[in-house]
């Protein structure tokens, strides 16, 4: 069918995106069509694994044909719900993280002259920049734009030193001139399950936390510093998760209270997945069930396996969540993994090796 | 000695700090009914003086109409801080209000205006958008929109077909868009990008131009803003005018349009749109001046 010829540009490739779909028996709107075509321009093209020239319109051509052709209508839904946080976005989550450490610190008791508002405004800032430079950033992860984070933090709080930044957890903090510091705050990308960060297996507590603690055991017996979790997206099933594991959690000794969780962008389960307003998975959803009928073509590894498994996600997230940089598995594996000829939309780079 | 003002906000209606004993509280006629701005900021602030002022509007000041903030402050009432609450205020009058305030005290070295705003309605419901120059209370005249090139920051989770509007107006030659981001619970950012395809795909906006501002954090809007619009080249032939399109919430709102007083910059809303209409104080705007 001649769709090329004759139209103004943007008519055209939504004239063309139309056609390729409905080569494949997907018949979509010429609304969605361009809105679709917008988002991609503006988001999902800018997939960092995507290859040059590869564009997220052939992705999904490529994708659906992975269905059974009845499947298809099915798969556009995964597709509707996409949420995509491009660099920008990420930028400002960490930026906004940054607000959510100072709220945490004027939300303690500093000492703030209530005299006046002048007094009030001079004390509470002095307090604040006072409290942040005796704070300590450890990214927990190695994509949470932490170049950007500190130059962000420096550039509003001057007080702040290289000393107050750790560039990954696992760091002998014994290794690292550290300014003296009472709170601690672990940044994170992403917590889609929270698993990696706290789970217990087989009667033993393990991931990111307990690391960390066993790490930094000495800094923490010394400085007495509170520590916070701070995941600049965090889901909704990994919050409730945490909240349950963290009660059960037997802190170590030199964690001398509570870890506080101070997430910057909560995300429900995708609604596709899930009948009650995006708190938790259903399985009898039309998604559920095409996850359950294509993962034979999926294959688990010892580190999905951790999770309970990928089929609705690692840690049943439920999520269709992508980020500019990489796929989480807490997403739906229906559209990352690329096992047994599998298209994916947003194909993975995983971090573990088998 | 010159002084410097810094803004903080301070949010729900629990003011963190006392009221001076000489501090006053004021109405702004013909907006605001004086019986209903005492009690109200009675309630907010233990504050014991109450002035009835009018607004700094020309058209708005008539004969008998008590005078404006900055006539108070210059006929030598002097009083450590002045209270006003929002409600029904429209939002050039309050961003007027506002402004003359600053250049009143000036050559002060000590001074507190603390603006109680409540929340609105779910939407404004605009019919046309006017560039509304703050600091001269009046809107742009043809000669001076010729003069300049606008740099426009609206903010998208404005009704599309009202800033589709006020793009013709316009005519800018940049656009920053203002997307609300981090997501809140019931609205995606993406949605307001696709809503505002058309603006955005027309005026050629670059995905880079978007601003992103967190809804529940004023005081990072109005840092955000207030940064990108010192920044505008303003030495040129055609020097660069930051105009802002505030949008909801309300908090929200007053810290972009406090980012536009603050940087000498214009609004660009309907003239009747008065944003703080709602029965709940949501928060405080502090400006102190300090040496």
Same mark, same amino acid.
């Given at each position: 069918?001649p769709?090329a010829?004759g139209?103004?540009?943007?008519?055209r #490739?939504?004239?063309?995106f139309?056609?390729d779909?409905?080569?494949?028996?997907?018949d =979509?709107?010429?609304?969605?069509?361009?809105?679709l075509?917008?988002?991609?321009?503006?988001k999902?093209?800018?997939?960092d694994?995507?290859a040059?020239?590869? +564009?997220?319109?052939?992705r999904?051509v490529?994708?659906?044909?992975?269905?059974e052709?009845?499947?298809?209508?099915?798969? !556009?839904e =995964?597709v509707?719900?996409?949420?995509?946080?491009?660099?920008?976005e990420?930028?400002?989550?960490a930026a906004?993280?940054?607000?959510d450490?100072?709220?945490?610190?004027?939300?303690?008791?500093?000492?703030?002259?209530?005299?006046?508002?002048?007094?009030?405004?001079?004390?509470?800032?002095?307090q604040?920049e @006072?409290?942040?430079s005796?704070?300590?950033?450890?990214? !927990?992860?190695?994509?949470?734009?932490?170049?950007?984070?500190?130059?962000?933090?420096q550039?509003l709080?001057?007080?702040?030193l290289r000393?107050?930044?750790? #560039?990954?957890?696992?760091?002998?903090?014994?290794?690292?001139?550290?300014v003296?510091?009472?709170? =601690?705050?672990?940044?994170?990308?992403?917590?889609g399950?929270?698993?990696s960060?706290?789970?217990?297996?087989e009667?033993?507590?393990?991931?990111?936390?307990?690391t960390?603690?066993?790490t930094?055991k000495?800094?923490?017996?010394?400085?007495g510093?509170?520590?916070?979790?701070?995941p600049?997206? !965090?889901?909704?099933?990994?919050?409730?998760?945490?909240?349950?594991?963290l009660? @059960?959690?037997?802190?170590?000794?030199? $964690?001398? +209270?509570?870890?506080?969780?101070?997430? +910057?962008? =909560?995300?429900?389960?995708a609604?596709?997945?899930?009948?009650?307003?995006?708190?938790?998975?259903d399985?009898?959803?039309?998604v559920?069930? $095409?996850?359950d009928?294509?993962?034979?073509?999926?294959?688990?590894?010892?580190?999905? !396996?951790?999770?309970?498994?990928?089929k609705?996600?690692?840690?049943?997230?439920g999520?269709?969540?992508?980020?500019?940089?990489?796929c989480?598995?807490?997403?739906?594996?229906?559209i990352?993994h690329?096992?047994?000829?599998?298209?994916?939309?947003?194909?993975?780079?995983e971090?573990h090796?088998? | 000695?010159?002084?410097?003002i810094v803004?903080?906000? *301070?949010s729900?209606?629990?003011?963190?700090?006392?009221?001076? &004993?000489?501090?006053?509280a004021?109405?702004v006629?013909?907006?605001?009914e004086?019986?209903?701005?005492?009690?109200?900021?009675?309630?907010l602030?233990?504050?014991?003086r109450?002035v009835?002022?009018?607004?700094?509007?020309?058209?708005h000041?008539?004969?008998?109409?008590?005078?404006?903030?900055?006539?108070?402050?210059?006929?030598? %009432?002097?009083?450590?801080?002045?209270?006003?609450?929002a %409600?029904g205020?429209? /939002?050039?009058?309050l /961003?007027?209000?506002?402004?003359?305030w600053?250049?009143?005290?000036?050559n002060?070295?000590?001074?507190?205006?603390?603006?109680?705003i409540r929340?609105?309605?779910?939407r404004t419901?605009?019919?046309?958008? *006017?560039?509304?120059?703050?600091? /001269?209370?009046r809107?742009l005249s043809?000669?001076e929109?010729?003069?300049?090139s606008?740099?426009?920051?609206?903010a998208?989770?404005?009704? &599309?077909?009202?800033?589709a509007?006020?793009?013709?107006?316009?005519?800018p030659?940049d656009? %920053?868009?203002v997307?609300?981001?981090?997501?809140q619970?019931?609205v995606r950012?993406?949605?307001s990008?696709?809503?505002?395809?058309?603006?955005?795909?027309?005026?050629?906006?670059?995905?880079e131009?978007?601003?992103?501002?967190p809804?529940?954090?004023?005081n990072?809007? %109005?840092?955000?803003?207030?940064?990108?619009?010192?920044?505008?080249?303003?030495s040129s032939?055609?020097p660069?005018?930051?105009?802002?399109?505030?949008g909801?919430?309300?908090f929200?709102?007053?810290?972009?349009l406090?980012s /536009? *007083?603050?940087?000498?910059?214009a609004?660009?809303v309907?003239?009747?749109e008065?944003p703080f209409?709602?029965s709940?104080?949501?928060?405080? *705007?502090?400006?102190?001046?300090?040496?």
């Amino acid at each position: 069918m001649p769709t090329a010829i004759g139209f103004a540009p943007e008519e055209r #490739e939504v004239k063309v995106f139309r056609n390729d779909l409905r080569d494949i028996g997907v018949d =979509i709107s010429d609304g969605t069509a361009r809105t679709l075509l917008f988002l991609a321009e503006r988001k999902f093209n800018r997939y960092d694994p995507y290859a040059p020239g590869e +564009t997220f319109q052939q992705r999904l051509v490529e994708w659906l044909s992975n269905f059974e052709a009845a499947d298809r209508k099915t798969a !556009m839904e =995964i597709v509707a719900e996409l949420r995509f946080f491009n660099q920008s976005e990420m930028r400002s989550l960490a930026a906004a993280t940054l607000y959510d450490v100072v709220n945490v610190i004027q939300g303690e008791d500093l000492a703030v002259s209530r005299a006046s508002a002048a007094s009030f405004v001079e004390t509470i800032q002095s307090q604040t920049e @006072a409290a942040l430079s005796k704070s300590l950033f450890v990214a !927990m992860a190695d994509d949470v734009m932490f170049d950007f984070f500190r130059r962000n933090a420096q550039r509003l709080f001057p007080g702040l030193l290289r000393g107050n930044f750790v #560039e990954y957890y696992k760091l002998s903090p014994e290794s690292i001139d550290l300014v003296e510091h009472s709170r =601690i705050f672990l940044l994170d990308q992403f917590s889609g399950s929270s698993r990696s960060f706290l789970r217990k297996e087989e009667d033993e507590w393990k991931g990111k936390l307990p690391t960390f603690c066993e790490t930094w055991k000495q800094d923490l017996l010394e400085s007495g510093a509170k520590v916070y979790y701070a995941p600049y997206i !965090m889901s909704t099933v990994a919050q409730r998760a945490l909240s349950g594991n963290l009660g @059960a959690w037997i802190r170590p000794e030199a $964690l001398r +209270t509570q870890i506080g969780v101070i997430p +910057t962008q =909560i995300v429900p389960v995708a609604g596709c997945m899930s009948s009650d307003g995006g708190v938790s998975v259903d399985d009898t959803t039309q998604v559920s069930l $095409l996850c359950d009928k294509y993962y034979v073509r999926f294959k688990e590894n010892v580190h999905t !396996m951790v999770g309970g498994g990928c089929k609705h996600g690692f840690g049943a997230a439920g999520l269709v969540l992508v980020m500019y940089t990489n796929c989480p598995n807490d997403s739906l594996y229906l559209i990352w993994h690329g096992y047994n000829d599998w298209k994916p939309l947003f194909p993975r780079v995983e971090h573990h090796r088998e | 000695m010159a002084s410097e003002i810094v803004v903080w906000f *301070v949010s729900g209606a629990k003011i963190p700090f006392n009221a001076s &004993a000489d501090d006053i509280a004021i109405s702004v006629a013909p907006h605001q009914e004086p019986s209903a701005a005492k009690r109200s900021i009675g309630e907010l602030a233990h504050v014991s003086r109450f002035v009835p002022a009018g607004c700094v509007v020309s058209g708005h000041t008539q004969p008998g109409r008590p005078p404006p903030i900055d006539d108070l402050i210059s006929k030598g %009432f002097t009083p450590s801080g002045v209270w006003l609450d929002a %409600f029904g205020m429209p /939002a050039g009058c309050l /961003a007027s209000n506002i402004a003359r305030w600053i250049q009143a005290t000036q050559n002060h070295l000590a001074g507190m205006l603390a603006v109680a705003i409540r929340g609105g309605p779910a939407r404004t419901t605009p019919r046309e958008g *006017v560039v509304w120059r703050i600091d /001269a209370a009046r809107p742009l005249s043809r000669d001076e929109r010729e003069a300049k090139s606008f740099i426009w920051y609206p903010a998208l989770s404005r009704d &599309a077909t009202f800033l589709a509007k006020c793009a013709d107006a316009l005519n800018p030659v940049d656009i %920053f868009p203002v997307v609300a981001f981090p997501d809140q619970q019931s609205v995606r950012s993406d949605e307001s990008l696709v809503q505002h395809h058309e603006l955005l795909q027309s005026y050629r906006v670059r995905t880079e131009r978007m601003i992103y501002i967190p809804a529940d954090k004023p005081n990072v809007a %109005f840092s955000v803003l207030s940064r990108s619009l010192a920044a505008l080249p303003r030495s040129s032939s055609a020097p660069r005018e930051g105009i802002i399109t505030p949008g909801l919430p309300s908090f929200l709102y007053v810290a972009e349009l406090l980012s /536009a *007083v603050m940087s000498s910059g214009a609004l660009m809303v309907d003239l009747e749109e008065s944003p703080f209409e709602g029965s709940e104080i949501t928060g405080l *705007v502090v400006l102190v001046r300090r040496p």
